[in-house]
């Protein structure tokens, strides 16, 4: 998927295309030579250097043990009764109540990060009628849904927990465990009144625009009716749980359910506690993405038996999770927060900082493989010998490192992944290995993935595996699923069109927020939907936020009823996306099939469906655009009545 691929590799694509088919990263081979890796030593313990040919081998028919039909089908968690149930709330019992009937000025789908933050943006913009409305029993978006044990971010809490200025609170540790992102986002909904008029355990069913009201009507599964000025989608971007297709998984006669909605009814516990009801029970988890090797750990320490059924082996590097210093916030300067986020995001997107204030495995690895080092004078094809070789080296740091953790040589060697680094999106966590060395935890290698599950339990390879529970660590549908199959509901705008109809062929916006036909809407900023990708969410969040509300707040001052998108701004904003889209296939093909590459077809992606700017988008560039935008005051581009 053209995401990840390096916006310097992306330059180059064409050219690459003509050099080299299979520009994958590299294995190595026994020569104790350490000539290899440049930008990046060898690691301790490693005795391979690379060598390209073996090394596409090896990757090329890695990838093709995965490639296998059937691998990206899904059930239907909509229609199909038979799994209906693993969407439930587990956590929040839902309470009868009658239907709403109002007039509010704003409703927004979500309660997330995107949706507390526009809500927050908005009340200090003066707006007082705010409507949540989220199928969750509570805000906190995937922070809500996800509390399997272990639950944790990945991007450092300075950065990704919103507001922290704003509600003078610093995170307890690096990197912060679920709960405590979703008590914090509790207490930004709470300060800014968020939840007192909000709609939980409601989902919209369909929205219309009146264009002689000038209002939105939206319609929800509770009988609610409501009437807004301006409506925003924040429906987040891994809302979709997916649960795969795996014959027979509905004859299985323990529990199971997915990581998204855990059951401590089941398990005993909560987050954070011990899973007191798992002693004599055994386990299987299936997925080893982010979620499922964090919920791992907690499982091996407190269940009879768990057995990891790993179709991919992810890269997990180091996570160096420690509580927050006490002198943290010592001499902070106001505005600390938004600079430590664009000190991370220009290391991402390669720019010179004077210093690297997150120093982790972002910046380390992700960020040097995103921009390989250009060496004056050299060809493309040297340039791409160099971030392979780059790429090369850190994927054997991952690979020693697992060498070094566990103990059993056949076991190390099942968890090596064998891609380049950005095939799949790398995770991060020191106890995960640790696990693999328990008597009571057992790895299941099932590259094809699983054969099938009978009442008994998964089968792999002809061999039975008895479970009492099966946990689903299976993930999310992409972040590039359209906007119109994350909403769930038909966004009808003038003249009867859906968006749905509208965007079928890719999106159409300006500045990927706003849409024609669709007055008075705003989109959250969503990746491969015309705006930008930023590795720490959060921070394309508040820039959404603070967009959707400086908007509002100039469209109040003038006092205009309606706005909609002009069809030449749109237009124009569509063609720059296009012309910035280069087709990632060359690099990306070669990569093992995944959900950042499109699942094996990086090709697929409509150009229209990318972002501002090369690959993840320029940041800076799109940033400076919007604010120049909102500080000249003249709503340019918007037909206005
Ligand atoms: P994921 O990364 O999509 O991983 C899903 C796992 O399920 C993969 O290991 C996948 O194998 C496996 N799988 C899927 N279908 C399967 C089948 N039929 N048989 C066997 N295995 C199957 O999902 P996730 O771990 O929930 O993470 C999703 C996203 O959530 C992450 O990428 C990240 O953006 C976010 N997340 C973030 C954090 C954080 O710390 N920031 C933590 C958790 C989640 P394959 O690899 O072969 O497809």
Known sequence: MRVCASPSIMLVVNEIRRAN???????????????????????????????????????????????????????????????????ADPFTPIVDRDPVVDDPDVVIVGG??????????????????????????????????????????DVESYQYLPMLEELDYVPTRRYAFGEEIRLHLQAIADRFDLVTDALFHTGVTRSAWDDGAGRWTVHTDRGDELSCRYYVLAVGILNLMKLPVIPGMDDFDGRAFHTAR????????????????????????IGTGAS???????????????????????????RGNRPTDPTFADGLAPGWQKARMDN??????????????????????????????????????????????????????????????????????????????????????????????????????????????????????????????????????????????????????????????????????????????????????????????????????????????GTVALLEKRGIKAFDVGVDAEADWIRQIVETYVDPSAVMSACTPSRINNEGDPGGVKPQNTNYGRGFGDYFAYRDLLEGWLASGELDGLDLT
């Not at 060898?42 to 390209?52: A, D, N, R, T």
């Not at 090797?293 to 091996?300: K, M, Y």
């Not at 995001?345 to 960020?367: E, F, K």
Request: aromatic share 10%.
């Open 21 to 87: 088919p299979f520009p994958t990263g590299g294995v190595v081979r026994d020569t104790h030579g350490s000539v290899c890796n440049i930008g990046v030593m060898p690691p301790k313990g490693s005795s391979m250097v690379f060598e390209p040919e073996v090394v596409h081998a090896k990757y090329l028919a890695e990838r093709d043990k995965r490639l296998v039909p059937g691998r990206t089908a899904i059930r239907d968690l909509t229609h199909d009764e038979r799994v209906a149930g693993y969407r």
């Open 112 to 153: 997330g990060i995107a949706g507390l933050l526009a809500g927050a943006q908005l009340r200090k913009a003066g707006i007082e009628r705010i409507r949540i409305v989220d199928a969750a029993g509570g805000v906190g978006g995937t922070w809500y849904w996800n509390r399997y044990p272990g639950v944790m971010c």
């Open 262 to 285: 855990w059951d401590y009814g089941y398990t005993g516990g909560g987050p954070g506690q011990p899973l007191t009801q798992l002693g004599d029970k055994t386990v299987a988890l």
């Open 292 to 318: 499922g090797l964090q919920a791992l750990p907690p499982l091996a320490e407190n269940a009879k038996h768990v057995y990891v059924f790993q179709r991919t082996p992810s890269a997990i590097g180091v």
């Open 344 to 549: 991370f995001q220009s290391i991402m997107l390669g720019r010179p900082v004077d210093a690297d204030l997150t120093d982790d495995g972002w910046t380390h690895h992700y960020a040097r493989v995103q921009n390989p080092p250009r060496v004056k004078g050299a060809s493309i094809a040297e340039f791409m010998r160099t971030a392979e070789e780059l790429d090369y080296g850190i994927m054997e740091e991952h690979r020693t490192r697992i060498d070094q953790l566990v103990t059993k040589p056949d076991v190390a060697a099942a968890l090596k992944p064998y891609y380049r680094y950005l095939c799949k999106r790398p995770c991060f966590h020191d106890e995960y290995f640790d696990a693999f060395n328990r008597p009571n935890v057992t790895l299941v290698d099932c590259p094809a993935g699983i054969d099938r599950i009978t009442e008994l339990g998964p089968v792999v390879g002809g061999q039975q595996y008895s479970v009492d529970c099966l946990v689903y660590g299976t993930g999310f549908e992409a972040e590039l699923t359209p906007l119109q199959r994350r909403i769930g509901h038909d966004v009808v705008g003038r003249d009867g069109i859906t968006l749905a109809w509208k965007w079928a062929d890719g999106a159409a916006s300006l500045f990927g927020m706003m849409s024609r036909g669709f007055p008075n809407l705003f989109v959250m900023p969503a990746p491969g939907q015309q705006s930008v990708v930023t590795v720490n969410y959060t921070q394309i969040a508040v820039l959404g936020a603070e967009f959707v509300a």
